[in-house]
């Protein structure tokens, strides 16, 4: 069989020669990495900024004109007290944001290759489609339940159970609940736990700033003695952080209800919108108690990638895909020889078999096939 010689640059060296670089530098999802790989956010990660801001503007507006004024109006420490566990409060849900924007959600590296198609042997009909391919889904069984597993053509693999293939992220993930928006990042088996208590923290802290600019409304009401509404006309600030705060609660509130429910069920968000485990069993449950201590108690496992291991980067070049080598287009001359291999041994089996399905006609077609493609 003839060898075919790599193609060369024009610089002389073979194209498809390979550079040692980062693992960040050579991904190949949407993501966007910062401080060396050491942080990993969606393609969207502006929007984080956005969600920044939407938490420290109001949080300033409260600490210059609610905060302070209660520092004074309260004696002893409670003034201060006030002022210092917002401060601390807010920082606190700024790092379960970065938690949840800034790490691996559960990213399962891509295969190089797909993995090897599976061969009907019982299979007596033939033409084309009995070329070796991968199955679209696998059943795979989970505490007695069968459910589907699918390969993914992107990464070339098969997803395990509960991962699926973020769009926007262009990476599988485990445990796909959704990819969030306002902190641009895929929420998944690794910081899911960190978004829920991101979504809960910010509910408490709008109770929090809601709460206290009422206190602070009800203060000058009773040391001016006027009505409530002249009293919310001094306080324009904390009018503006009533309403503001009224609205995110809608919002972050019903989130954590709705997350709330999931994790008491053992669903994600994907499954919920999808499946809908309302119409059948849903494998994953294991009880409310169960349930939350595997989101809350559970050991979060390692990152599947070292963003920062050095990889070999391949020049860019055609990648063969798993529709290249299955289905024929592309081909090389090795692939068109084990094409040719195989349909061969196949004929010879289902004529070894006394198969009566095959007439001598067909099997004229079907070597004049063979003979056709072994020629493209």
Not at 71 to 97: E, N, P
Request: charged share 20%.
């Amino acid at each position: 069989m003839d060898s075919v010689a790599p193609p060369e640059s024009q610089g002389g060296a073979v194209e498809g020669a390979a550079e040692v670089v980062r693992t960040y530098k050579a991904w190949e999802g949407s993501n966007k990495f910062c401080l060396g790989g050491r942080f990993v956010f969606g393609p969207d990660v502006r929007s984080v900024f956005l969600t920044i801001f939407l938490i420290v503007a109001p949080a300033a507006i409260f600490c210059v004109f609610v905060a302070r004024k209660l520092m004074d109006d309260f004696s002893g420490d409670w003034g201060i007290a006030i002022m210092v566990v917002f401060i601390v409060f807010t920082l606190y849900v700024l790092v379960l944001l970065l938690l949840t924007s800034g790490r691996d959600p559960g990213i399962i590296p891509r295969n190089a290759q797909p993995p090897e198609p599976e061969i009907n042997e019982n299979s007596t009909e033939f033409g084309l489609s009995q070329t070796p391919r991968l199955p679209r889904t696998k059943d795979v069984v989970i505490n007695g339940v069968t459910v589907k597993v699918k390969y993914c053509d992107t990464c070339m693999l098969y997803r395990p159970p509960r991962c699926s293939h973020c769009s926007i992220c262009d990476n599988c993930v485990e445990r796909f609940d959704h990819h969030c928006p306002w902190v641009g990042q895929c929420i998944g088996l690794r910081n899911y736990r960190f978004f829920f208590m991101f979504v809960f923290s910010t509910t408490l802290l709008c109770l929090y700033v809601h709460g206290f600019c009422w206190v602070y409304v009800r203060r000058i009401m009773n040391s001016e003695e006027i009505t409530l509404w002249r009293a919310m006309a001094k306080t324009p600030a904390s009018i503006v952080l009533i309403i503001y705060t009224f609205l995110a609660l809608w919002f972050v509130g019903g989130l954590s209800v709705f997350h709330l429910y999931l994790i008491s069920t053992n669903q994600s968000t994907y499954e919920n919108f999808r499946y809908q485990y309302t119409r059948r069993e849903n494998p994953y449950n294991k009880g409310i108690v169960r349930n939350f201590m595997e989101v809350f108690f559970s050991s979060i496992p390692a990152s599947k990638n070292d963003f920062r291991a050095k990889v070999q980067k391949k020049s860019v070049r055609p990648s063969q895909t798993a529709a290249d080598r299955f289905v024929g287009t592309n081909l090389t001359n090795a692939t068109r020889e084990q094409r040719k291999e195989f349909w061969d041994e196949h004929i010879d089996r289902v004529v070894s078999m006394g198969s009566n399905r095959i007439t001598l006609a067909n099997g004229n077609n079907i070597a004049e096939m063979s003979s056709s493609n072994s020629g493209v």
